[in-house]
């Protein structure tokens, strides 16, 4: 076996990715992004072992940060990158274990390489696999997966300025724990949890990022249209590049569309002043290969969700910056104060053809906590009134699986009194369906990114206090979510320590998950996987 990777939900046969990555991650990118893992491990438990406040450990709380962020799914598939990344963090934990006069030998702490291929000969005996029991595997790896997307949440934070130091703190606990031969299962399924209740303070983090500098989503139609100019498509999540972008390209001719999960940009008030962004262009990230030959001019990945580009003439005009990286596709770095310099992606643009327009019209979202709220006395009245009958929670991921498409017949399928809430990158299995509205509430409603989520939860809290129950169960909401990579996972760990049950999960359940955590979840939690769209219907309408 060459490689072994099992964190998305296409890993292969639900297995394990052993020979090359179904996401297009070959075996090296694969080992070396499994020894960043492994050297993160090695400082968190340099963190843990000599009590170091994680509040003195700025560099490196960041240099975390974007280690683990680099290993998400679709994020970054150039291995000098990560080489790179390797060294500098290794740099960081050698540093860190002579300041702290740390006298361990936990490997992860103490290991060195002084090549590409020592770092994958290292890389081949600590990555997933070197668990050897299953449960234990299991359960590390679920760890690991949702810190991981604790830490792309907890980075977009950062990026606007927000930090909370005891998320730096637990991600050095639950790293260390990994490396911990003496903790039970019980131990690691209790540690589970704990990285959910970091989910919501990283999710809730973010919210506050994003709301106190941007202003609240408020509701608004996006035009998924083109213009005739000459364009810039931004891809991703982060919010800081999309309003650096803006700011550098006003004036000077060139448009802006949005693409994929960055669609939500629209639905804050601060980017609502820039002329020249336009729209949102093509669909989820996976349909990516044809959407960018179309759009002709330049794209620039904020982070995931990259699918390796088919002809020269595309990745010619792929750019990346943060965590994501793709080889030969250049990478703006930000200078100390975080700024960068996007001018050779708007000179790109400026030289080509404006997009082709493969659709028309426009799509409604801005439904985060805020605005949703602000209409809670309709959104009660009619529940009361029983023109709403049921709320469906789909928020979560999409994905290149046929057998995602459940997803779209299950939104068209519902009755007409169910109202969708929805986040994330599954939206687009349904949001240009023609789904109608109940009393001037459109039935899909879209709160935002997947890491608005959040916002989901925030609502069903809410509304639970205003029907005064005791019990966020009792609330006539569904949640059928759709996942594919990590941050899906801290959305789940998140609402499971909320205590949400019942959550059916799919296309697939978990390929890590091993038979007997699977049962835990199921038997604690009520988690279960999909069927068929029409059973689905009929069981939740009737729950
Ligand atoms: Fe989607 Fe990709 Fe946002 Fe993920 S674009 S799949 S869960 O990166 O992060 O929803
Ligand atoms: Fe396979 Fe997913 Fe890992 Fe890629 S990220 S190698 S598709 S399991």
Redesign the pocket.
């Known amino acids: 076996m060459s490689?072994f990777?099992?964190?998305?939900?296409?890993?292969?046969k639900n297995t394990?990715?052993t020979i090359?990555?179904?996401?297009?991650?070959n075996e090296e990118v694969?080992k070396l992004q499994d020894l960043l893992v492994y050297a993160v491990k090695g400082i968190s438990e340099i963190v843990v072992k000599t009590k170091t406040n994680a509040a003195e450990l700025h560099t490196i709380n960041h240099e975390v940060l974007t280690s683990l962020f680099i290993t998400i799914?679709?994020a970054n598939f150039d291995a000098d990158a990560i080489e790179k990344q390797i060294v500098k963090v290794l740099g960081l934990r050698d540093q860190l274990a002579k300041d702290t006069g740390y006298n361990g030998n936990q490997d992860a702490a103490v290991f060195t390489v002084d090549s590409r291929e020592s770092m994958l000969s290292k890389a081949s005996l600590v990555g997933v696999l070197a668990t050897e029991n299953e449960d234990i595997r299991s359960l590390r790896e679920l760890i690991i997966y949702g810190i991981k997307g604790l830490a792309a949440y907890t980075e977009h934070a950062f990026n606007i300025g927000k930090e909370d130091v005891s998320i730096y703190s637990f991600i050095y606990e639950g790293m260390a724990a990994t490396l911990d031969d003496s903790l039970t299962a019980d131990d690691l399924v209790a540690l589970t949890l704990k990285t959910g209740e970091y989910g919501v303070k990283g999710m809730a983090l973010l919210d506050e990022a994003n709301t106190s500098r941007y202003g609240n989503p408020e509701i608004t139609s996006v035009n998924i249209g083109v213009r005739k100019n000459p364009a810039i498509l931004i891809s991703g999540h982060d919010l800081t590049d999309m309003e650096q972008l803006l700011e550098q390209t006003k004036g000077t001719g060139v448009d802006v569309y949005t693409h994929g999960e960055m669609l939500p940009a629209h639905y804050y008030p601060a980017f609502k002043k820039y002329d020249n962004f336009v729209g949102n262009y093509g669909n989820s990230w996976w349909m990516q290969v044809g959407e960018f030959e179309s759009f002709h001019g330049p794209i620039l990945f904020t982070t995931n969700c990259i699918v390796p580009p088919k002809t020269p003439e595309v990745a010619g005009r792929i750019f990346t910056t943060g965590a994501a990286g793709f080889p030969g596709c250049p990478n703006i770095p930000a200078d100390e104060n975080g700024k960068k310099d996007f001018s050779a992606i708007i000179e790109m643009a400026k030289k080509l053809p404006s997009p082709d327009e493969i659709e028309t019209g426009s799509i409604v979202g801005g439904f985060a906590h805020n605005q949703v709220l602000a209409l809670a006395d309709k959104v009660v009245d009619a529940v009361k009134s029983g023109a709403i009958k049921k709320f469906f929670v789909m928020a979560g991921c999409d994905g290149r699986m046929k057998s995602r498409e459940y997803y779209t017949e299950f939104a068209k399928q519902l009755p007409s009194d169910t109202i969708i809430l929805t986040a994330g990158c599954a939206k687009y299995r349904y949001n240009k369906l023609e789904l109608g509205d109940i009393g001037g509430i459109p039935r899909v409603l879209d709160a935002g990114q997947c890491n608005d989520s959040y916002s989901l939860a925030v609502i069903a809290l809410k509304l639970k206090e205003v029907f005064g129950l005791d019990d966020v169960n009792e609330l006539p909401i569904a949640y059928n979510i759709a996942w594919y990579?990590q941050k899906a996972v801290i959305v789940l760990l998140a609402l499971l320590y909320l205590g949400v049950k019942n959550i059916h999960l799919g296309p697939t359940l978990p390929?890590f998950l091993s038979p007997n955590v699977a049962k835990v979840l199921v038997e604690t939690f009520g988690i279960a996987g999909i069927g068929t769209v029409e059973d689905d219907i009929e069981f939740f309408m009737n729950a």
């Open positions: 490689m990777c099992y964190q998305c939900q296409e890993t292969a394990g990715c090359k990555g179904v996401c297009g991650k694969a799914t679709n990579e390929g």
